[in-house]
């Protein structure tokens, strides 16, 4: 029994007592993160039943990475109470989001100049004014700072003065103060998705009269899909000599295992056509039939080059297991959208996730895009298990090394 205390109540040791590299990744989605949500609470009930109730998603992941929506679910999971335990259960955010998410994105009220309202909203300021959201995040991580997260947390934001894509994670915290922001400065930044709600602009200082300015918008505009994004910190800090790692080939990812989740797409749906789009200005680009086709596909876009390089980055060094994408591509109406939070729509999305674990592990066809069944790997919900098991013992052989020592 001794071990199993151990497995749930000490921080996890870092991969140098060991040779594996764990990572979570979640894509950006606004409220379709109601999908990685359920599947997430399904892998944590799995390592519940292998090492007790108090086992939480932080306790096995090396590096929990997140963009936009994805990056509150990291902070959630990632973010410390009182007792320097993760704030959240995975089993509880759904239950955040069914209560919040109509207040983080309010449904305007039905009128005759609805329509109207709607276009002259595109290009006279964002959707919404954010102020919920701001509040919201702020009164869960209250002080809190990168450096402080129970695990290691990777966030992409992209900064609009300097053009430039700002990655902050617990590891650069701890080498530079200027990144050590606190965790509502991080997770507002990277969820104010352009039109959708306002830049975030704060400083920090490193106490030595040094300081610096950031001026940040979504980082679903560079990296919705963070996944590539942590595997290249995680290098970076192999070649800084960081000792939580083991010396060796930097780019040696046969080592890694990776569980990435996407917040589904509308890929199949074909939403958009070659003839509809050659009829559109500069609005119908950003506004057309409650939709925002060019953050639509950005975000697609960014989503889909993360998850072609990885599956054959992984595929090239025969360890396609190591990865696993699980992704819906068959979303239609309002789940497709990223602000339709009514009761309705999220019960529905949380539908598809429940749905998805029952759906065969599925890699991306770098042709066409569409996720096609892997024969003989099982369901989702089955690759899940597997995988829980490999970190439960993972974790447990990490912890007894350690104790050795």
């Known amino acids: 029994m001794e071990m199993e205390a151990n497995t749930t109540t000490v921080q996890q040791p870092p991969p140098s007592t060991r040779k594996l590299i764990t990572i979570l990744s979640i894509d950006g989605g606004g409220i379709r993160c109601l999908i990685p949500e359920t599947i997430i609470a399904f892998l944590e009930a799995k390592l519940q039943e292998l090492d007790g109730p108090e086992a939480r998603i932080a ?12 990056a509150l679910l990291t902070s959630m999971l990632a973010a410390p109470d009182d007792n320097k335990r993760p704030l959240f259960a995975a089993k509880d955010l759904n239950t955040f989001y069914l209560e919040n998410g109509p207040k983080i994105f309010p449904e305007k009220k039905a009128g005759f100049l609805t329509p109207v ?6 290009v006279t300021g964002p959707k919404y004014d954010g102020v919920f959201l701001h509040d919201k995040i702020k009164s869960l991580t209250h ?23 700002v990655i902050f994670s617990t590891y650069e915290a701890h080498h530079d103060p200027l990144k050590n922001a606190h965790l509502s400065n991080i997770c507002i930044s990277t969820s104010a998705a352009p039109t959708y709600f306002p830049a975030h602009f704060f400083t920090t200082d490193n106490g030595k009269g040094g300081s610096r300015e950031y ?24 070649l800084r000599h960081n000792p939580d790692f083991n010396p060796g080939k930097p780019s040696d990812y046969r080592n890694h295992l990776i569980i990435s989740i996407g917040t589904g797409s509308a890929k199949q749906a074909e939403k958009y056509t070659a003839p509809q789009c050659a009829k559109w200005g500069q609005i119908q680009w950003l506004y057309n039939g409650g939709f925002t086709p060019i953050i639509d596909i950005f975000s697609h876009a960014s989503s889909d080059m993360v998850d072609i390089h990885a599956a054959v980055l992984f595929e090239a060094l025969h ?13 239609t109406g309002d789940t497709s959208s990223v602000d339709i939070a009514t009761k309705e729509n999220m019960e529905a ?44 013992d993972e974790r447990r052989l990490r912890q007894s090394k350690l104790n050795s020592n």
């Open 59 to 70: 306790d096995y992941f090396d590096v929990i990475a997140g963009t936009s929506t994805g």
């Open 117 to 122: 309202a709607k276009l002259v909203g595109v």
């Open 143 to 165: 002080d809190v700072r990168v450096a402080d997260t129970v695990t290691n947390v990777i966030v992409p934001a992209f900064d609009v003065k300097n053009l430039q894509l």
């Open 215 to 238: 001026h940040l918008v979504d980082g679903g505009v560079a990296a919705n899909n963070p996944t590539m994004v942590a595997m290249s910190m995680l290098t970076k800090e192999v």
């Open 319 to 331: 360890c396609e297991k190591n990865y696993l994408r699980i992704q819906d591509d068959l979303l």
């Open 349 to 392: 999305l949380i539908g598809i996730g429940n749905e998805l674990l029952k759906k065969p592990v599925s890699r991306v066809n770098i042709d066409t895009g569409v996720y096609e069944p892997v024969n003989g790997e099982g369901t989702n919900e089955e690759a899940l298990a597997h995988f829980a098991k490999i970190l439960s």
